[in-house]
């Protein structure tokens, strides 16, 4: 009888009812049973049974992994399998056996390249496969294709090989495979080397399919590459070249990880120092570079902006040693935001220009997948229209942000799209710019989904949030805030934590939820100071002082004390911008308690020394304000 297959739900029901509550399935492995058993009651009842008799999960996930081995079919399921190989003859048992090692697709030509079967014997065999309903054939032999019906049918017939017999299958398979024009993808290549037990020769192709992945933005898919390549070095004996190979491929998934799981992740540490040992180990401070670049990233979205002072230095310690104007260009480039974020701005524009003079786009394209994960000219140019919105070059700061996405756009880069997109909403939130921000904001959030960047996303929720809540949705912003808080808590990036803090305490506001937004904003201002950490200065004291005159509308001292301190580490900063924020809020603190001379004052000689951006929330704000007194 012909029996038509189950649909996804029925089979993931019918998983879930062998499985019981007492061998529940986590969510990803009963999905890949669902996809490896296409529908057959019969595989999804014996591959369930099986994966929940394991004693370990990670033995379970194993017993699902991607490369087909003994032991992956249950042994009724196997031996029921393979009977129904047996009773179609030796030969074509056999040469479902060279197909599996291929895969669950191959071709004519590379199956009659891997057999020893003269075509006529060949094509009788697939014929008695295809008519017992074991393997779909595409189009005529020599150019025919073929599948195998089920991806446990293949398991079955490769898990049947003998060792040898399976090595000396993948050797063929890859011999004629380097031969073909042109080659196959490096990650098939890779996996029939590696089985053929030529690990040497597979680890080149591991890190060629992980480089492939890392540019198309498959950073997932890079990261099990590079692995890989990994694991197989480790099983080399130690040796200068071993070193340098363990050092490239590490260089390169550092970055990928970053993009992945976050800056700050523990993988991300884990890697990055243990690319840094093996450097060390080397002695060659070139090839040590890239690895103590992502140390400092790693270093500063933890705050530790101490340590990442000091690998900054040590980048401009072998630049000068080496004369090395690439590894120069990376030192600027971890100079420029840790000036920022001290509020030396005038620092940050130095570094900033001088990185830009290094920058050539064609050089520097390999940067991007090696240092810090993306490119550093659009760090430098999206930094730049920062500083000159905190001086106060609103329209100027406009023109370099609409210039800079451009050019992340052109650089087909999701990463590096995805930092301008996000330093893009800070500025436009520090500008108070609740229109503007939430197209990229939106942008972000898609971009950050579709290459699944957690990272970029906490920042697309908390600009959306900052901007509903300031716009009259508070429960909705706040909601998205604290998504975005959770996602940064669990990454463990400290540095954008104390941007969330800021924004989480301006919804508050909105919100009239006073005390819990002190407590935000209390907690930030902590956290910067034991930093070092001066950017956000002006703004937490600026959103403290509206907090404390809605705790004790009385008291407005305190409050004042705030704005007068906002509004000295603004000047401090040279931020113009900021300033004009700060003193905007003290001038119609002073109006309101009649102090209208004072009030304006203080607010005047500020806003006259600004000479464009007329339009921006910031000044619109302040000239009602200087109008009204």
Same mark, same amino acid.
């Given at each position: ?163 040898? %017999?399976?090595?000396?299958? +993948?050797?063929?398979? &890859?011999? =004629? #495979? /380097?031969?073909? @024009? *042109?080659?196959? !993808? ?33 950073? %997932?898919?890079?990261?099990? +590459?590079?692995?890989? &390549?990994? =694991? #197989? /070095?480790?099983? @080399? *004996?130690?040796? !200068? ?44 401070? =070139? ?236 907690d930030a201002i902590d956290i910067a100071a034991r930093a070092g950490v001066a950017l956000l200065d002006t703004r937490l004291h600026r959103v403290r002082a509206g907090l404390l005159l809605h705790v004790d509308p009385s008291g407005t001292q305190a409050a004042e004390v705030s704005l007068r301190h906002a509004i000295a580490a603004a000047q401090g900063q040279g931020a113009k911008g900021f300033e004009l924020q700060a003193a905007t809020d003290l001038a119609r603190l002073w109006g309101e308690q009649r102090k209208r001379t004072e009030a304006r004052n203080l607010l005047a000689p500020i806003y006259e020394q600004f000479t464009e951006g007329f339009a921006e929330p910031v000044l619109r704000e302040a000239k009602a304000l200087l109008d009204a007194l």
């Amino acid at each position: 009888m012909s029996l038509t297959r189950l649909n996804r739900q029925h089979s993931a029901e019918l998983v879930a009812r062998v499985a019981g509550p007492a061998g529940a399935l986590p969510s990803d492995l009963a999905a890949e049973i669902v996809e490896r058993c296409d529908g057959v009651p019969l595989f999804l009842e014996e591959l369930t049974k099986a994966t929940i008799e394991q004693a370990a999960p990670e033995h379970a996930r194993s017993l699902l992994g991607a490369v087909p081995g003994p032991g992956v079919v249950p042994a009724t399921l196997q031996a029921s399998l393979m009977a129904r190989l047996d009773r179609l003859g030796a030969a074509a048992r056999e040469v479902a056996q060279v197909g599996a090692a291929i895969g669950r697709e191959f071709t004519f030509e590379l199956l009659a390249a891997a057999d020893t079967r003269d075509r006529d014997t060949l094509q009788d065999a697939l014929s008695r496969l295809v008519s017992a309903g074991l393997v779909f054939q595409r189009g005529a032999p020599p150019q025919a294709t073929l599948l195998f019906k089920h991806a446990l049918v293949q398991d079955a017939a490769y898990g049947s090989l003998l060792r040898e %017999r399976r090595r000396l299958l +993948h050797r063929r398979i &890859a011999d =004629a #495979l /380097l031969a073909a @024009e *042109p080659a196959a !993808a490096p990650e098939i290549l890779a996996h029939h080397l590696q089985n053929a037990g030529r690990a040497s020769h597979a680890i080149g192709y591991w890190r060629e399919a992980g480089e492939r992945a890392v540019r198309r933005a498959a950073n %997932r898919e890079a990261i099990e +590459h590079f692995h890989r &390549a990994l =694991a #197989l /070095l480790e099983t @080399e *004996p130690e040796s !200068a070249e071993r070193g340098r190979g363990e050092l490239a491929v590490l260089s390169q998934l550092v970055p990928a990880l970053m993009n992945v799981h976050g800056w700050t992740a523990p993988e991300v540490g884990e890697a990055a120092e243990r690319a840094a040992t093996v450097g060390r180990r080397l002695q060659s401070a =070139a090839d040590i570079a890239p690895s103590i670049a992502n140390l400092w990233l790693y270093q500063f979205s933890r705050l530790r902006v101490d340590l990442a002072d000091e690998i900054s230095a040590d980048l401009f310690r072998i630049a000068g040693e080496l004369d090395d104007p690439e590894i120069l260009l990376q030192a600027y480039h971890s100079a420029w935001p840790t000036a920022w974020h001290r509020g030396d701005f005038v620092t940050a524009i130095e570094k900033i220009e001088a990185g830009l003079r290094l920058y050539d786009e064609k050089r520097h394209a390999h940067h991007r997948n090696v240092y810090l994960g993306h490119d550093p000219a659009a760090c430098a140019l999206v930094q730049n229209a920062s500083v000159q919105g905190a001086f106060g070059y609103f329209d100027r700061a406009s023109r370099l942000e609409a210039e800079v996405i451009s050019f992340a756009d052109r650089l087909q880069h999701p990463p590096t799209l995805a930092l301008v997109l996000w330093l893009v909403c800070e500025d436009r939130a520090s500008r108070r710019d609740t229109t503007n921000i939430c197209a990229p904001a939106l942008r972000l959030l898609e971009l950050s989904e579709a290459h699944g960047l957690p990272q970029s996303r906490a920042h697309a929720l908390m600009s959306l949030g900052w901007a509903l809540s300031l716009s009259g949705d508070v429960p909705e912003g706040i909601a998205k805030l604290q998504e975005a808080t959770g996602i940064l808590r669990r990454i463990g990036h400290q540095n954008f934590l104390l941007r969330a803090h800021w924004l989480m305490a301006e919804a508050l506001l909105a919100a009239a939820r006073y005390a819990e937004g002190l407590q935000e904003v209390d907690d930030a201002i902590d956290i910067a100071a034991r930093a070092g950490v001066a950017l956000l200065d002006t703004r937490l004291h600026r959103v403290r002082a509206g907090l404390l005159l809605h705790v004790d509308p009385s008291g407005t001292q305190a409050a004042e004390v705030s704005l007068r301190h906002a509004i000295a580490a603004a000047q401090g900063q040279g931020a113009k911008g900021f300033e004009l924020q700060a003193a905007t809020d003290l001038a119609r603190l002073w109006g309101e308690q009649r102090k209208r001379t004072e009030a304006r004052n203080l607010l005047a000689p500020i806003y006259e020394q600004f000479t464009e951006g007329f339009a921006e929330p910031v000044l619109r704000e302040a000239k009602a304000l200087l109008d009204a007194l």
